[in-house]
């Protein structure tokens, strides 16, 4: 295999060298703001206040607490639309300034992953007509999926070592009147909540100091230019993505440890698609079984849309053969608003996962059946025409 370093050096346009006693890739900002010089694309400069966090090699990333422009997740919005619900609802709790683009397009991962029914130039083309459109409004992207984030770092990669695509791209960009603008940092909602866990801990009421838990990291988030993920030397040793974990144990909860941290969920993408037995064969037996027989959790929590989807709703067929199952699964956004108040169906929107949640609910203090009355209460306005949908007014009563 090529090193990142030598397909770089190989660039027609410029040479860099990455110093071997630092770490192995080179470092995507220098390159970023070079080819800003050269006057191959505009650099959309992450805005303040911002938090400054490690990625995996110690380099310096920035994290937008406000301003941000929602890319959100088509899997998310059609089959877990409380994991969204509950990302705009910590900013609205906690007075942030963001917007909820009408005029997003959808990733086409898909595709990219999946299929391979499309092209570079395609793909680019489409991350890059995102980032612009975020660029347009003055917010900067934060990616809700991290399947898109991964497929946008790859994107970045491909765009920064060939000149030949960035001249493709910004060709299909001006036919949509749009500029070639790429964001300072390629960001996930869960590295904005991780960098926001201090002030939802200051707004905690739900106590989970009793809550024990066990993470997935998503592949698509760390395995995927793994270098620009974040890392913390107060979790696990930095060996580790600090993302997830530093927020529920922001959140007091007992964070545990398991053999199988590192596989895949089951999802895979392609493997979903096309050997979906296989998929809940793997999210049971590979993890939720060894979670509950190692750790022995109340939750199971991640950040990804096809991580919560696989790892929720492979459970039922897996119980029709007595398997070790029946462990709650959310999103850091949902259990971060969970203790923060957020009604669990209005806002976390519970009803959608498949796996049973009432317990761990119960455990945390929550009176179930009045919660799931007050949200019934509201979809009776909806049925007789007194309302048209939900608010975010409606969310908080």
């Not at 086409?108 to 499309?118: I, R």
Request: a neutral charge; charged letters at 25%.
């Amino acid at each position: 295999m090529i090193p990142h370093s030598a397909l770089f050096n190989r660039a027609k346009d410029r040479e860099f060298k990455v110093d071997p006693k630092q770490a192995p890739t080179e470092d995507y900002h220098d390159i970023l703001f070079q080819l800003e010089k050269e006057g191959e694309w505009e650099v959309q400069r992450v805005p303040e206040p911002y938090v400054e966090v490690d990625n995996k090699y110690g380099r310096k990333k920035k994290i937008p607490i406000e301003r941000t422009w929602h890319h959100k997740s088509c899997g998310q919005c059609g089959h877990i639309p409380g994991y969204s619900t509950s990302v705009f609802w910590l900013n609205r709790q906690l007075g942030l300034d963001y917007h909820d683009p009408t005029d997003q397009t959808s990733c086409t991962a898909w595709n990219y992953y999946a299929s391979a029914t499309s092209n570079a130039a395609a793909q680019a083309a489409v991350a890059m007509r995102n980032f612009a459109a975020a660029a347009e409004t003055g917010y900067f992207p934060i990616i809700h999926c991290a399947t898109s984030f991964g497929h946008y770092k790859e994107t970045r990669q491909q765009l920064i070592h060939s000149p030949e695509l960035r001249r493709q791209v910004k060709k299909i960009l001006e036919k949509l009147g749009k500029k070639l603008v790429i964001p300072e940092e390629i960001v996930h909602y869960s590295e904005w909540v991780h960098a926001v866990r201090d002030k939802i801990a200051a707004r905690q009421t739900v106590d989970m100091s009793h809550v024990r838990a066990t993470i997935h990291p998503a592949c698509h988030y760390h395995k995927l230019i793994g270098e620009d993920a974040v890392y913390a030397p107060e979790v696990y040793g930095a060996q580790r993505s600090a993302i997830i974990t530093s927020t529920l144990q922001a959140l007091g909860m007992d964070v545990r440890d398991y053999s199988t941290w590192f596989d895949c969920c089951g999802f895979g993408f392609r493997h979903i698609l096309v050997s979906r037995d296989f998929s809940r064969s793997f999210a049971v037996q590979r993890k939720i079984e060894v979670m509950k027989e190692e750790a022995d959790p109340d939750i199971l929590v991640t950040h990804d849309t096809g991580c919560v989807t696989t790892l929720d709703q492979s459970q039922f067929a897996a119980k029709a053969h007595d398997k070790n199952v029946g462990l709650p699964v959310m999103s850091d956004s949902q259990i971060a608003a969970l203790a923060m108040g957020a009604h669990p169906y209005k806002v976390l929107q519970l009803h959608w996962h498949s796996t049973p949640n009432k317990d761990f609910l119960r455990k945390v203090g929550i009176d179930v059946e009045a919660r799931w009355a007050e949200f019934e209460a509201a979809v009776a306005k909806i049925k007789s025409g007194e309302k048209s949908y939900l608010t975010w007014e409606d969310a908080d009563a």
